[in-house]
């Protein structure tokens, strides 16, 4: 009995000691004001970790019941306001003072003619910073901003570095038109080289290349993006932006000792393999083809059909008469027949193998910034290299982004800013005459076609050559603005 007595009251001793751990349900009551001494209402007050929560009353005031533990932690926020974490412990009633967010109140919006405070900006915009852009394997502004921003849609049609992207600002404005945004790099419109329309985005034309206006823009050099979507944008840059505004602001230099910085990027596509995916070969495919003509659906009628395959071509065979030899194409026996299907069926030619192959990009990006009250100064060099995923497509790119800028006075300070960037880039041309490169862009194309290809070696066009140089200058004056910025 007494040994009873002493584990009932370990276990009742046990079970004191562990409330803590697990939890207790408290009322927890407290008031929010801002740091002029104000109640706030709505405030939302919530354990965190948890669902349990509640928002501040008409004078401020809160209650939470709840179950918590001495390590959990109050959230207290508030829009406007910096968030607070406190820790519960044995506190039942709290005092919480919020004080407004600085980093929200200052945020602001880039529009290429000046900067304006977010709350006295009344478009709509999205911005993004250079963070949030930072997508391990991307060299591209265009791939940058996929998924990135809300009401902007972009679609790679090609994987071929360049290649003119098809960019929607809260959708399509036009069936015929364009549709494509507005292009601004530091305050300088930049204009697609190349007029590409929306059906020439998907035909694999070469000249699809040179129509993105930013394909030549070191992505290490971007400090953030601003989207302009709505009629604001209209407003500024009249009938050209009716399809929104996307605002690229670049690295300007900073003051104090100069900083090198450098960033390196490397990317390993492998080529694929047929065990990769789930598709016949050619033993199983022309076994299926067998099929069909048992059953009727490949016979001879099938000559003129566009898309007849090999039995559309051994039926041709079988129809055409040489008068020089007195001979048919092909015999039509069961033999003769069975001879030419199988080496369709025997031929399995690994494409992935013929028109793939493994690749490496890499992209080298170094940096030097610095300066003085007076005058600041940024310097970049990149080069980016991909030896190409596909046996047709290679590229190369150089780029150099050189800026000074200079405060004469509180209100006055100018700029001036250098960039070029050189692209070489092969790339598998089309069938159909390329369209016509207008003299003004610096660029030579050159293609040659191979000798026609035996039955056991594939036709492979010979790739075409681009080479494209392109540079700018501008010069900037920045005056204060009127507006205020709070």
């Known amino acids: ?283 199983d495919q022309m076994s299926v083809y067998a099929e069909l003509e048992r059953k009727g659906f490949l016979t001879s009628g099938i000559v003129n059909n566009a898309n007849s395959g090999v039995y559309g071509k051994m039926y041709n065979l079988i129809n055409t008469y040489n008068e020089s030899t007195g001979k048919f194409g092909l015999e039509n026996t069961p033999e003769a027949r069975r001879q030419f299907l199988t080496r369709y069926a025997n031929a399995n030619t690994d494409w992935f193998d013929i028109l793939f192959r493994n690749s490496l990009q890499q992209e080298h990006s170094i940096s030097v910034s610095g300066g003085s009250n007076f005058s600041r100064s940024y310097l970049s060099l990149s080069f980016m290299n991909d030896e190409g995923w596909s046996v047709a497509d290679k590229v190369k790119r150089y780029t150099a982004n050189f800026r000074n800028d200079f405060t004469l006075s509180k209100k006055l300070k100018i700029g001036f800013q250098l960039v070029g960037s050189l692209r070489d880039q092969r790339t598998h041309p089309v069938p159909s005459p390329a369209a016509a490169i207008p003299w003004r862009v610096p660029t030579t194309a050159t293609s040659i076609s191979t000798p026609s290809a035996t039955p056991s070696t594939p036709a492979v066009h010979s790739p075409a050559t681009t080479r494209m140089a392109n540079w700018s200058i501008s010069p900037s004056t920045s005056l204060p603005s009127t507006s205020s910025m709070r």
């Open 1 to 283: 009995m007494r040994t009873v007595t002493i584990r009932v009251l370990l276990l009742m001793l046990a079970v004191i000691l562990a409330a803590p751990i697990w939890g207790q349900e408290v009322t927890l009551k407290g008031i929010v004001k801002d740091s002029s001494g104000e109640p706030l209402v709505g405030v939302s007050v919530q354990i965190k970790g948890t669902q349990n929560g509640t928002v501040t009353n008409v004078e401020g005031s809160f209650t939470l019941r709840a179950t918590v533990k001495p390590t959990d932690k109050l959230v207290v926020s508030y829009i406007g306001m910096a968030k607070q974490e406190i820790e519960i412990g044995n506190k039942r009633n709290f005092n919480v003072l919020l004080k407004e967010d600085s980093q929200l109140l200052d945020d602001v919006v880039v529009t290429g003619f000046r900067s304006i405070s977010k709350t006295n900006f009344t478009g709509s915009s999205t911005k993004l910073q250079q963070d949030e852009l930072n997508i391990k394997g991307a060299v591209d502004l265009s791939r940058m901003l996929e998924g990135q921003a809300a009401g902007v849609s972009i679609q790679n049609v090609s994987g071929t570095f360049g290649a003119a992207p098809k960019v929607r600002v809260r959708g399509a404005t036009s069936l015929s038109g364009e549709n494509k945004p507005l292009w601004v790099i530091d305050g300088v419109i930049q204009e697609d080289l190349i007029n590409v329309s929306n059906d020439e985005l998907t035909s694999g034309d070469p000249t699809t290349l040179l129509g993105s206006a930013v394909a030549g823009l070191n992505a290490s050099d971007i400090e953030s993006i601003d989207v302009l979507k709505d009629a604001a944008a209209t407003a500024l840059y009249g009938a050209r932006a009716m399809n929104g505004v996307v605002v690229v602001t670049t690295k300007r230099g900073s003051e104090g000792k100069p900083k090198v910085s450098y960033s390196g990027n490397f990317t390993v596509q492998l080529k694929p393999s047929y065990a990769d995916y789930d598709i016949m070969n050619s033993a």
